[in-house]
T-cell receptor, first 113, second 114 residues
């Protein structure tokens, strides 16, 4: 069965600093990989996704993520964080059979001035 | 894209009672998914609902506690039975996620059990 690990429960970065959120997955085949963001009291918004092709994917709000098969990782990055990026970030994996999507535990991002 | 209407949006219930949550999609979909998001936690998949067959439950979830109906391709219900305070959570209906698509979520049902 597939699983997702986000090793960092929370991360604090200064505004303007770079960000990397870690995600490791377990799945027997090539997975579909997603990053979602959830702001307080809001629903989930898709930042980006990967399922084939270029292993570096660009998303909304200046985010990008890189798929590394050898490390079973799909880390999310942003070169310069804005205060409005403070939110909960969820990595998720979907099966190539497309039957379900499993979410990681999430990483809470705090942005300090 | 898909637009999902979910109701009720919130409810406060007494211990031992049951609540049925409804989910209506604006297009026909093969699979609908029910998730739970406990306070400060991630989304946990409860079950996958297919039209015309029994729902498929994830580990830790059982049909007696969370019966699901899927009478047609645009509608599903999730019942939270014999509720306890531990069932206090947000329950989310979703569709999509197949073939690399993103998931579309309903607005959620915030359940508080006293």
């Amino acid at each position: 069965a597939q699983s997702v690990t986000q090793p960092d429960i929370h991360i604090t970065v200064s505004e303007g600093a770079s960000l990397e959120l870690r995600c490791n997955y377990s799945y027997g085949a090539t997975p579909y990989l997603f990053w979602y963001v959830q702001s307080p009291g809001q629903g989930l918004q898709l930042l980006l996704k990967y399922f084939s092709g270029d292993t570096l994917v660009q998303g909304i709000k200046g985010f990008e993520a890189e798929f590394k098969r050898s490390q079973s990782s799909f880390n999310l990055r942003k070169p310069s964080v804005h205060w409005s990026d403070a939110a909960e970030y969820f990595c998720a994996v979907g099966t190539t059979g497309g039957f379900k999507t499993i979410f990681g535990a999430g990483t809470r991002l705090f942005v300090k001035a | 894209s898909a637009v999902i209407s979910q109701k009720p949006s919130r409810d406060i219930c007494q211990r031992g009672t049951s609540l049925t949550i409804q989910c209506q999609v604006d297009s026909q979909v093969t699979m609908m998914f029910w998730y739970r998001q406990q306070p400060g936690q991630s989304l946990t998949l409860i079950a996958t609902a297919n039209q015309g067959s029994e729902a498929t439950y994830e580990s830790g979830f059982v049909i007696d506690k969370f019966p699901i109906s899927r009478p047609n391709l645009t509608f599903s219900t999730l019942t939270v039975s014999n509720m306890s305070p531990e069932d206090s959570s947000i329950y989310l209906c979703s569709v999509g996620g197949t073939g690399g698509e993103k998931l579309f979520f309903g607005s959620g049902t915030q359940l508080s059990v006293l």
